[in-house]
């Protein structure tokens, strides 16, 4: 039986083959999180994080038919995530330059201390990252944030392995002396 593509009940077409259709409630379900954790890496505020992820996830629908098994489909989604980012940013950034007249928001109310804790781990991971060259950053990230392999990396990137292997060896050897310099008594 050949693939042929069909409408689904939401507008979007699925494709089906011999082994079913591919469902992108599915595809949500298992990787919104994943999506979520990339946009909000490359700067998606959350006050825009639900659309972000809606638009990877409407991208990705309309391009399901055109995927290919080259790499990992998480490599696709990461791609397709940071394009999503880099424009949901610009626009951000735009809508912040008119709205700069206005009051801020005032601060949220304190968070229990392991909430605290998690986000000053996260805050110091953020500025290690910005201290990276974006290669070295983007890899290191999906690495040891993301559990990407490196052969997944190489993909999002269109990047050849052994150049992985080396920003990420580097990256990891800058993170041993950024938690050192942290706290030079306690490690060796």
Known sequence: MAAVARPSTHGQSVTVTPAGPVRIEELFRNYVQFVARVLRRHGVRDGDLDDAVQEVFMTVA?????YEERGA?????????????????RSTERRLARESAQPSVPPHPPTP???T???QAAALVQRFLESLPEEQATTFYLAEVEGL??????????TNVNTVYARLRLSRGRFHDFVRALNPIGTR
């Open 117 to 119: 804790r998690r986000r």
């Open 62 to 66: 309309a391009k399901l038919d055109q």
């Open 73 to 89: 489909l998480r490599a696709w989604l990461f791609t397709i995530a940071r394009q999503t980012a880099n424009h949901a940013r």
């Open 149 to 158: 392999s490196v052969p997944e990396i190489a993909a999002c990137d269109g």
């Open 113 to 115: 201390e392991d909430e």
